[in-house]
């Protein structure tokens, strides 16, 4: 443990501390979000709920852009080329802690999405009591065919050419299943077994860790379950055997994800799974961002009745969630196909070109290939969910509506090498940004703003960052702050222990 004494202020209050602030690392700020690239109908309702909910705006973003990809992927994909092609359901990753009101703006979104599915329980009820009778039915035949079997007539005699117990089978009513949307923290096995029932999903959560920290993601099982996601998005297959019970397929997917986690839990899941998860691609099919928490400043504000832009957008999400899905002769979903006109193409393929061209050593994007070398296909993903949650009559994707999805790429594509240069910060240095952090955090939660918020260090140890705790780490990253001048070590005057006190510079570079 480090002994605080030798380098602990010696005045029990900061008052009149001179400060000489060094930066932690070189990070840069995220951009402000895109939102001028959405059609306004989306833009909007994020406007509206950011103006109540006050989340920062990046996070709205990612909810009603999860919306709009689970009201489309049913019956919509996208068509990049003549050869390429694939669903036009999105992927979006928010990194931010607890408390940010994810859960809220998500519900706001979908409200609609949650309609559709009482509707469809409403309806399964009644299939469920159709199903019943008419099995009652085909029971009742069933036995009543025994009978003049037992009888002595011949089963060639009772129907002619065919046998009438095959007859009888092939006539067995279908059993109806209950079609729903909406997933949260499902186990991989869980969600497989829902996708053979419907092979739609849309999974929502604002605790993500119990997804990047379940007892799905061991050792044992993470090649599999990230291999899942993976043939989710892509629309691929799942084919798991499964021991006393029949083998389970699942062809044609369409899957949305809207995930928050919190930075230690996802720090955790890296390293537990030693890379495995960006080595497979797992995280390069993701629209990354860690937008700047609003804690702290969101005081209430009294809420406007006219919601009349949330509202509209719920109407286009019940518009589009009413149209039935369409199947193929082997019960796979049959989405119609969204091409490119000529300009919007072109605007895709150099978009496509200007990414590529960045992959280098040593250019913007050599750190995040794996992120890059999805960009285009995620670009036309977002280009398809815009124009048809839009509603533009065109039959194909315009120029104005790509150039939108390419706006708001770049931004996510900004987004991934922000969070991969923090990531690919040494240890100590990514255990004093998370000390830091928690920090600023607790000052603001106090309600104080400057030199003299004290935060004991015995305080940190017990309700501190889990990623602090052991080995030494918490030690070492105050050790590191005070170093840089970002925070002074006090004594405690007549007690055991030491108090910490924020650099006033540091905090106004929260603020």
Known sequence: M?????????PDRADHIKWNVRPLVETQRAEPYPLDALPPIVRDAIEEVASYVQAPVALIAASALSAVSTAVQTRFSVQRDARLSGPASLYLLTVAESGERKSTVDKMFTAAVREWEAKQKREFRERRAQYEAAMEDWQRDGRALQDRLKA???????????DPRVIHEMNKPTEPKLRTILYGDDTPEALAMALADYPVASILSAEAGVIFGSHGMNADSVTRNLAQANAMWDGDAIRQGRVGRDRLVVEGMRVTMG???????LDAFIQKTSGLARGIGYFARFLFSRPESTQGGRFYVIEDKD???????NEHMTTLLNIPAEFDEYGRLAPHYVGFDPDAYEVWYRFHDEVEEQLGDGDVFSGIRDVASKAADNAARLACCLHVFEGIQAPQIGRVTMLGAC????????EAV??????????EVHHAQILEEWLVREVKRRGRKGADVLVAVNEVRQLGPNALRGGGRLDAAIELLHDLGRLVVLRRTGRKGYDLVLATPVLREYS
């Open 407 to 414: 706006s708001l790429m770049r931004w996510y594509l900004d």
């Open 307 to 313: 919601t009349g832009a949330l509202r509209a957008f």
């Open 152 to 162: 002595g007539a011949p089963a060639d005699e009772l129907s002619g050419e065919f």
């Open 2 to 10: 480090v002994d605080f004494s030798k380098f602990a202020a010696d």
């Open 259 to 265: 995930l928050q986690v919190q930075p230690a839990v």
């Open 418 to 427: 922000r969070f991969a240069t923090a990531r690919d910060a040494s240890p």
